[in-house]
């Protein structure tokens, strides 16, 4: 029996049965119940719905479609899938290689200790002793230099090339643009205005923050004094990790939304060998399992990143069953990303802070103003970042060159120094850093919105929940951060909604 002739329809039912398999190995490696991912034969199983003749129909039918209409708007995410999905594939080999070295992989301190890589963040970040973080940094540093950084290298020189070859625009940075529907250099542009803009704040933020908290002159900060800054230890007792599940699911609760929703979010949040530190959020089936993974810091970090990673859940937990794949599963991560800052967000409001944690009036302006750096140099270091990666996908910057380019990029904007070997590793690969800033304006937007129809308290208001679910969850990723912005907010995604939120927080009394 000859196999059925390709379809929009068996490429979409291939392409949702492909990802949820792909998603639960990726659930089960990083989340430490698997030692390694075996990514390849779940590719090797489903190769017809991204093979040449499948990304020739999608492409075709973009072409087709009349420009605006629901077609165009649903085969573009098609298209952009399956480019994405063409490029893992073949770099399927690196991807497994790359999660089992750091499954696996072990940090040789100067003292003789060694740590487990996944754990390294974990401790330069938790570390009191400026000798000992810089000692774990050294460590880390010099085992990304020899093993990892050049299998990133690899990796995005491989991205770059397999791209290009497809054929959807001249380059890299062109294919994106065409099949994300972003206005890169635009956006680039954004973020130089926003770091020449916000450059008089941090010059007044950032000495003061160092000395003070640290104890360090400040040209002599690095990145992983950056990491401990940020943890801002002084304020754990205030968030205590017992409370945090009950604390957040009733304050969801008061709002009008089950945070489990009914059952079909999972909360992993067990420390666990082999768990990557870095906290994700797995949707296994699109709404049926979702995973929100969490390998506890402690303390106030450990808050802010359960609510980030619930609103990844909860989108992901709300959409509506009965869209399509592509508006499930696909469309512009910055709205999710959007959704998740919303609710991380809820860290930066004072009253949320004084109903739902332990800090209590005297405490309150001080973690304000720690925030408000946090978030300052967070944008920061992001718009740094894509300002960055847009030089390295570029490909007119040769690559023995951008150790230095990243260092120079990232010291710059963040007063932290950058070491040169992380310069293919603190890569977020396919511009993800674009998805994140797009999605930080929008949740601007979208809090002034809640605001304007829930008033202050809206994150204990019981309408709000369902509104958000009907407007916002409900609606997947059928559309585009700046047509969501348009459609909830009636304004255009900026910084400028950020920049006034952040100085509020500095200048917090």
Not at 73 to 97: G, I, K, Y
Not at 485 to 500: C, Q, T, Y
Request: aromatic fraction near 10%; charge should be negative; hydrophobic fraction near 45%.
């Amino acid at each position: 029996m000859s196999p059925a002739p390709l379809s929009l329809d068996g490429i979409r039912r291939g392409g949702e049965a492909l990802m949820e398999q792909l998603s639960r190995e990726y659930y089960e490696a990083q989340a430490g119940h698997k030692s390694s991912a075996e990514l390849q034969p779940i590719y090797a199983r489903h190769q017809d719905v991204v093979s040449d003749d499948a990304l020739a129909l999608v492409r075709e039918a973009l072409r087709a479609a009349a420009p605006g209409s629901e077609e165009a708007r649903s085969t573009r995410a098609l298209l952009e899938w399956m480019a994405d999905t063409r490029v893992a594939r073949a770099l399927a080999a690196l991807d497994e290689r790359e999660i089992a070295w750091e499954a696996t992989a072990l940090v040789t301190i100067a003292d003789g200790r060694r740590i487990p890589f996944q754990r390294i963040a974990i401790e330069i970040a938790n570390a009191t002793d400026r000798r000992e973080r810089l000692m774990l940094e050294r460590g880390r540093a010099a085992l990304v230099a020899a093993e990892l950084a050049p299998m990133r290298r690899e990796h995005f020189a491989r991205e770059r090339e397999l791209t290009e070859a497809m054929e959807i625009a001249p380059t890299y940075n062109a294919t994106f643009v065409a099949l994300s529907g972003i206005d890169l250099p635009a956006l680039v542009a954004q973020c130089e205005a926003f770091l020449r803009d916000t450059q008089a704040m941090w010059d007044d933020t950032f000495p003061a923050m160092v000395r003070e908290k640290l104890h360090i002159p400040p040209r002599e900060a690095v990145r992983a004094d950056a990491l401990a800054l940020m943890r801002a230890h002084e304020f754990d007792p205030y968030f205590p990790s017992g409370a945090m599940e009950s604390v957040v699911r009733g304050q969801m609760a008061e709002m009008g939304l089950d945070a489990r929703a009914g059952g079909r979010i999972v909360f992993d949040t067990a420390d666990r060998e082999g768990k990557r530190s870095r906290a994700f959020c797995a949707p296994v089936r699109v709404p049926q399992e979702v995973y929100l993974v969490l390998r506890p810091h402690g303390g106030q970090a450990d808050y802010r990143t359960f609510l980030h990673e619930l609103g990844h859940a909860l989108h992901f937990g709300y959409t509506r069953a009965d869209y399509p794949f592509e508006y499930r599963w696909l469309g512009d991560n910055s709205v999710t990303e959007s959704y998740a800052m919303l609710c991380d967000h809820l860290m930066h409001d004072p009253g949320w802070l004084l109903r739902y944690t332990e800090l209590g009036r005297s405490r309150l302006p001080a973690f304000l103003r720690s925030v408000g750096f946090e978030e300052l140099q967070f944008l920061r270091r992001y718009c740094a970042k894509l300002i960055y990666e847009y030089a390295l996908y570029g490909g007119e910057v040769p690559w023995d060159a951008l150790p230095d380019l990243y260092v120079e990029t990232l010291t710059g904007a963040t007063s932290f120094r950058y070491d040169p070997a992380d310069a293919f590793v603190d890569v977020d690969p396919r511009y993800y850093a674009a998805r994140y800033l797009r999605a930080w304006q929008l949740q601007a937007l979208l809090t002034e919105t809640l605001i304007e129809r829930f008033d202050e308290d809206w994150y204990r208001n019981p309408r709000s929940g369902p509104w958000i679910v009907e407007h916002l969850f409900a609606e997947g990723q059928r559309e585009l951060a700046h047509e969501l912005a348009e459609r909830v907010a009636g304004r255009a995604l900026s910084f400028d909604p950020l920049v006034r939120a952040t100085e509020a927080l500095l200048i917090a009394s």
